[in-house]
């Protein structure tokens, strides 16, 4: 299996990277590692796969993010993201939401290093594929260096090489998750020891990113870094990260020939049943800065939700933005 590059992903976002986001994002780099929303053992075992679960061949490299902390659930779930075709599993030990709470995983895991060791191995010795962890550096007053690293030790010894480490704590009472990807402090220099005193695990940092020449920056330091929201609300600034982490010397893409090229998706969607804006809420953010930005939102806010509404909607709103955007 050829190793996954690591260099460059995009968050997994509950509500924002669906299928049609991730198709989109795919048209500004190719090699930028994409993740799925979390998807729950239960939902993935008793609901609807095909909805939950398929994309399209063109969204590779993708890892599929679990919710989830029994062992013999999650490594059924890993048999099935392997059946799908996924690059990767992941397993969230980083959501702080009380539903999460409520159903023992995301962040209240990290409490629980042995059990989310045996979670790893178990869907390490099910499937063939990378078991990644993305978690937090601390929760509650379990915040020390000290149980980070034994936490990071005891899920390493059950087989996850990397770890995708959100720079912040998580309260798990008090904040709700909007407050949690906001208030605790930015701590890169906890992920920063973290690589030195774990040479040999892959550490990926997450949390606060807002461009590529900070993403580069921090390179200098750890393997690999993860955009979320700034990739969302400004996804052009994927346009370059082929050249400047990857090697490619192929053109950047102009916003308007990304449109152009997400076109034939859309109407492939529209003739599925998927309403316009499903996938057109995932592209206000293509213009952010652009003469002509706030004519292209306010053209899709008003008309992608109309019964009927097709591809032309796009074709009109990109007429709002002169060609050299």
């Not at 390490?124 to 260096?145: A, F």
């Not at 461009?211 to 929201?229: C, Y």
């Not at 909607?313 to 060609?323: S, W």
Request: charged content about 25%; aromatic content about 8%; glycine content about 8%.
């Amino acid at each position: 299996m050829q190793p996954l590059n690591r260099r460059l992903a995009v968050a997994p976002m509950l509500d924002w990277t669906d299928r049609h986001c991730r198709y989109f994002l795919r048209l500004l780099s190719r090699p930028t590692l994409l993740y799925t929303e979390m998807v729950t053992t239960g939902a993935a075992l008793h609901g609807d796969r095909e909805r939950l679960l398929a994309y399209d061949p063109a969204e590779h490299p993708l890892a599929l993010q679990l919710g989830g902390c029994d062992p013999g659930e999650l490594a059924r779930c890993a048999r099935i993201a392997a059946d799908f075709d996924y690059d990767e599993v992941n397993l969230n030990v980083g959501c702080p939401s009380d539903r999460v709470q409520s159903g023992r995983f995301g962040a209240c895991l990290m409490a629980e290093p042995e059990l989310v060791a045996d979670g790893v191995a178990a869907m390490r010795t099910t499937v063939n594929l990378p078991i990644t962890v993305k978690t937090r550096i601390g929760i509650d007053d379990r915040d020390s260096y000290e149980a980070l690293t034994d936490f990071v030790g005891r899920v390493a010894s059950g087989g996850c090489e990397v770890f995708i480490i959100h720079a912040r704590k998580a309260w798990l009472r008090g904040l709700s998750p909007k407050e949690n990807r906001e208030i605790p402090p930015l701590r890169y220099d906890i992920v920063y020891r973290l690589k030195r005193d774990f040479p040999d695990l892959t550490i990926i940092l997450n949390g606060g990113l807002r461009n590529l020449d900070q993403a580069e920056d921090e390179l200098r330091r750890v393997d690999g870094v993860m955009i979320g929201r700034a990739a969302y609300e400004n996804p052009y600034l994927l346009a370059d990260a082929d050249r400047r982490f990857f090697g490619s010397d192929t053109p950047l893409p102009s916003r308007h020939q990304v449109i152009r090229a997400f076109l034939p998706y859309v109407e492939n969607q529209l003739q599925q049943g998927t309403p316009l804006h499903c996938m057109t809420r995932h592209v206000l953010g293509l213009f952010q800065g652009i003469p002509g930005a706030r004519a292209w939102r306010r053209h899709l806010s008003e008309h992608a939700h109309r019964r009927g509404a097709g591809v032309e909607v796009l074709e009109a709103a990109l007429r709002q933005i002169p060609e050299v955007a």
